[in-house]
């Protein structure tokens, strides 16, 4: 009579690594898997599922070197244990990162063989792990800002009315932290919904998600621009009108092709150095009406140059547009370090000083002709150099380092 053997896990993105697991660990006999149930990945996980309990048990059922599977009934890491207690099986198989001692002394009061399989890939395939998908799997959008940034708050927007302009962004690459794509918001937004946004009114969703960005108890005092969560969340192009207040008085979108192609082939990304840790953009700052009405006429005028397909008058407007918002807080090309001390994981003084700074990379692409403006997303201080170009498919093609963009459309 064949030995029972069990297994365990959540099997939420089911992979190829899990196959070759199921299939090493049914060579020690029957195959018996125990399935984390959406309430215990919820609380042991912090987040919700991709497919359901019921969904994850039928497909790992399907395979076809399992014998049977069930959804474990308990909680926490050690959720099987009641699976256990009613299969009594002969044999615990676990893969080198998912054992630990309490497996190990769990499998000697039960009288169970504990064993330990290396991961190793089916020969010819790549290796798989759920945590390497869900870096790459998360549909979550960025947020690149065209003009009119910071007029989202309430300390600049009460000198003069303005509009921000955003595009959100399909993350067809590595969104990298700190580097002016809305990354804090899009990793709060991951706590509710870690791979796509849910299908509901885009305007709506982009209130739920800045009121819980900005709880009322955040301890920094700091809150956050409405035009990270109406940019993540609102496809297309949007420009939203502030006013004095948090969330804009009014919000207009366009989704038409023409417009939202002409864009893509006008606009790239170069990565820099990510903004430094400890460092300030907002000390130094200097807000007048002058300089707040420039920032609102240089969004007018980029909105109306993108409505025309207007490249000269784009290109001039998210000059002024970058002009201005530098004027204002002039850290956003040159930080201030706010202290000497060294934070956790930061870089030593002398590395740092020895990268390029955001200058050097202004100055580099602004000297190439086909580059015809350039700013930084978001509140900058480093990340990435956002250009407005003639041709951005043959810039990408000259300039490997480059990124193409790729505007989600609604539905997407």
């Not at 006999?29 to 994850?56: F, P």
């Not at 070197?65 to 207690?85: C, H, L, R």
């Not at 800002?145 to 927007?157: C, E, K, L, N, R």
């Amino acid at each position: 009579m064949a030995k029972k053997v069990f297994v365990s896990g959540c099997y939420d993105l089911l992979h190829s690594g899990h196959v070759e697991f199921f299939r090493q660990a049914a060579e020690y006999g029957d195959l018996y898997v125990g399935i984390g149930s959406d309430a215990t990945i919820q609380d042991y996980k912090h987040h919700k599922t991709v497919y359901s309990e019921q969904e994850r048990l039928f497909m790992v059922k399907s395979i076809r070197y399992v014998k049977d599977a069930f959804i474990n009934q308990g909680s926490g890491v050690m959720d099987f244990i009641p699976t256990v207690e009613a299969l009594k099986p002969d044999i615990l198989v676990v893969n080198e990162d998912g054992g630990n001692e309490e497996k190990r002394r769990f499998c000697e009061e039960h009288g169970m063989q504990y064993v330990v399989l290396q991961r190793t890939p089916q020969e010819g395939l790549e290796a798989r792990s759920s945590t390497e998908l869900k870096k790459v799997s998360s549909q979550i959008p960025a947020r690149l800002d065209i003009a009119g940034t910071w007029i989202d708050q309430p300390y600049v927007s009460q000198y003069a009315p303005g509009w921000a302009i955003t595009i959100s962004l399909v993350p067809t690459f590595e969104i990298r932290e700190r580097c002016g794509l809305s990354t804090s918001t899009r990793n709060m937004i991951k706590k509710i919904w870690p791979y796509q946004l849910p299908n509901m009114d885009p305007e709506m969703l982009a209130k739920l998600v800045f009121c819980f960005e900005n709880d009322p108890e955040r301890s920094d005092g700091i809150i956050s621009g409405a035009q990270d969560s109406i940019g993540i969340c609102v496809p297309g192009l949007c420009r939203h009108f502030y006013d004095g207040r948090f969330w804009p008085e009014k919000i207009e979108s366009c989704s038409s092709e023409d417009i939202l192609a002409w864009l893509e082939s006008k606009l790239v990304l170069v990565p820099m150095e990510p903004r430094t840790p400890g460092c300030s953009v907002v000390e130094g700052k200097d807000v007048t009406e002058p300089k707040v009405r420039a920032l609102a006429k240089a969004a007018d005028d980029c909105w109306a140059a993108i409505m025309n397909k207007d490249l000269d008058a784009f290109a001039k407007a998210y000059r002024d547009s970058f002009e201005a918002q530098v004027a204002m807080f002039p850290g956003m090309v040159n930080p201030v370090q706010r202290s000497t001390f060294r934070a956790k994981g930061a870089e030593p003084a002398e590395v740092v000083q020895n990268k390029k700074s955001v200058q050097d990379y202004i100055d580099e692409y602004s000297a190439m002709p086909e580059v015809l403006a350039w700013k930084m997303p978001g509140a900058g201080g480093g990340g990435y150099l956002a250009c407005v170009v003639q041709d951005a498919s043959a810039f990408v093609s000259e300039h490997p380092e480059a990124i193409r963009l790729v505007i989600r459309r609604p539905g997407m």
